[in-house]
């Protein structure tokens, strides 16, 4: 299988929708979505309001239905700044361009102040495309100001706020009723005194204006996600609020406006249950909200990684320029202390870079003329001019970024199981609270303690801490894990990889440096060493691969005179042939020689003996004759023995996958400690190799850098790129290594061990949560102990779970890597 047969990336669409309050949201807006006409798959995220739509499906068809459902599809208006328009045909048509693209709704060009003002959907990368447009339409734009991720973490901080004030109101507001009513509980004699203050009565109208102020002032948010939700059959969440709160407000409005429609021994109110619940739901929400943002800290972190402008040199003038202003082949300065704009490669200067964001190696990197740079690194004590090549969402913090985001908005097969609880949690919930209703009127004392009962499960079952168990850890999770250099690409990696028997290398790159040079020539009897390396270097001249450039560089090193080839062609596994001036030569592995039938002689005795030391033969040949054995040799990256220790000791094994000779690859194996060695595999052979492996049920990754090794990667249980490694690789795979070393394959597993316990941990205290307290709130305790559960500590309880779930999966953010940098 060739990188060419790989399958393409299919397309996402990533929605901002508002409304998703519970777990049983995200399962109703996943199961409808996945209806719509050109719909494949849909991850729903309750934390960050996302969701990811695969296929080609229409925005506005998208938002039709999430509006049916009773969510909102989240608008944003991006407002571009447009140059090149002078007149009324140049307004039209960039309106009909910005108009024409999927998920805009509306278009306003202004030709005075040279804006667009456009209406659309929250999609995920739609104001690029919106630029795109409008440049191939012959005009230039930039975006002056747009609902950016720093705008989004405005809003969110404002929504914070708002639940603040709310918080605040419910409480002032519920506060007497709150004293009026369970005072006289804890001190009898004020309850006497305030009755005869003001009477009952008027005690209870008091109550029920406060009250009321309660539900449809703060806690009008429940009402308006909850009864639409209730009318289209899902209920949710708000469903269980504004019922248990509506049931005991409605009852005791009952009781203080129309008491003969009760018994008499039932006329009492629970006006302070009602507003209790409402403001301690309130007050989880708000506390979820704070802890929910610190979730997100690594995604902030990143953006803020990003420079807002850069010193630009345009024919001749340097001046600062916004950041989305750079193009590429722009001229940039870099001063002392600054962090790089773009990703370029430097012109001019000598620094040293820390580049600790991108692989979390704290040693700065020496960068001259020609070394690529990153967006984000931070420059050492001396000036560089560099030439921008990738800018926007192209360069690779952005696209650090995109991996982080994506993996954080995926959905691990173990929520699967969570999905389908809660898809009948609630409405089994509300069952169980219509028999404890029931059975309070058979068995208990009246109505009033079976509203309450009643209430007291629909509250205490809110499934809120389900929804909050996963998503909370993956988000937390896969940012500490970018942190520390491993970027999950997909979510669901986190869990494969934690499943992982063993742990499958390439050798090239991988285990080694990737960068081998020629130790020795060993020629046939008659025939010139400079001559052979020559005729040899001939060959590899037009190769990139690193054995060709070891030839390279020694034949630069001896300053000898290389010839140009021709008819140079590749025969994968064995080597390649090529025409220089009148020979025709031959150079590769022992099996090319045996294929053409070329002698090898003692030569081969020879070759065996070194590649029992790690050292790779190579059989030069021209015309049928064999000329020369040329000994490479990789040396093993200084990380990967100790790497590989690591990962015996967390009881994973080891294999590795090369196209080595066999005696060559057990030498390098056996000095690392790898167990199992899968030798002369050919590229199109490493799937089959990973097969083998397979065998007896094992869970296998597979740790690779190069454009062969995209189909393993892609084959594999989980597939971990080396981040330094191929454009190929990088998207084949589910993981990316962005050190460049085999730490990060031991701290990948590290994260991914500790985000499924902890993921274990939250569902554990969730469900165990609800199925212990659901039987206490119906009563089960009473017959024995005469013990129930008020509604108001249902609530607080209710908040307190979903904070230990969130307050949990925030302890992954102090996770210690199992392997440290600075070894």
Known sequence: MSPTQLTPPQTTQTLRVEGMSCAAC???????????????????????????????????????????????????????????????????????????????????????????????????GLPERMIEAVRAAGYEARIAT???????????????????RAVLLAALLTLPVFVAEMGGHLYPPFHHWLHGLVGQQALWLGQFVLTTLVLFGPGWRFFRAGVPALLHGAPDMNSLVVMGASAAWGYSTIATFAPSLLPEASRAVYFEAAAVIVTLILLGRYLEARAKGRTGAAIAKLVGLQPRTARVERDGVTEDRPIAEIRPGDLLHLRPGERVAVDGTVVAGHSWLDESMLTGEPVPVEKTEGAALTAGTVNGQAALSYRAERVGADTMLARIIRMVEEAQGAKLPIQAAVDRVTRVFVPVVMGIAALTFAAWMIWGPGLGEAVVAAVAVLIIACPCAMGLATPTSIMVGTGRGAELGVLFRRGDALQALHEVDLVAFDKTGTLTEGRPDLVAIHTAPGVDEAEALALAAAAESGSEHPIAGAILRAADARGLSV???????????????????????????????????????????????QAGQGQTPLFLAADGRLLALLLVADRVKPTTRPAIDALHAMGIGTAMITGDAAPTAKAIAGALGIDRVEAEILPDGKVAALEALRQGGAKVAFVGDGINDAPALAAADVGLAIGTGTDVAVEAAEVVLMSGDLRGVVNALHLSRAVMRNIRQNLFWAFAYNTALIPVAAGALYPAFGLTLSPMLGAGAMALSSLFVLTNALRLKALRPRMEANL
């Open 26 to 124: 995200t399962g109703r807006v996943e199961r409808m979505l996945a209806r719509e006409e050109g719909v494949s798959g849909v991850r729903a995220n309750l934390m960050t309001g996302m969701v990811a739509v695969d296929g080609p499906a229409e925005p506005a068809k998208l938002a039709e239905r999430l509006t049916a459902l009773g969510f909102t599809a989240a608008e944003d208006v991006t407002r571009l700044a447009i140059t090149g328009m002078t007149c009324a045909s140049c307004v039209g048509r960039v309106e009909r361009v910005l108009q024409a693209l999927p998920g805009v709704t509306q278009a306003s060009v202004n030709l005075a102040d040279e804006t667009a003002l456009v209406r659309h959907y929250a999609l995920a």
């Open 146 to 164: 747009e609902t950016s991720r720093e705008d989004l973490a405005a809003h969110k901080e404002e929504a914070i706020h708002q639940l603040a």
């Open 563 to 609: 010839s140009p080839a021709s008819g140079v062609a590749a025969i994968p596994g064995f080597g390649l042939q090529a025409q220089v001036g009148d020979r025709a030569l031959l150079l590769g592995a022992a099996w090319l020689m045996a294929r053409e039938g070329i002698e090898t002689g003692d030569l081969a005795t020879l070759a065996e003996t």
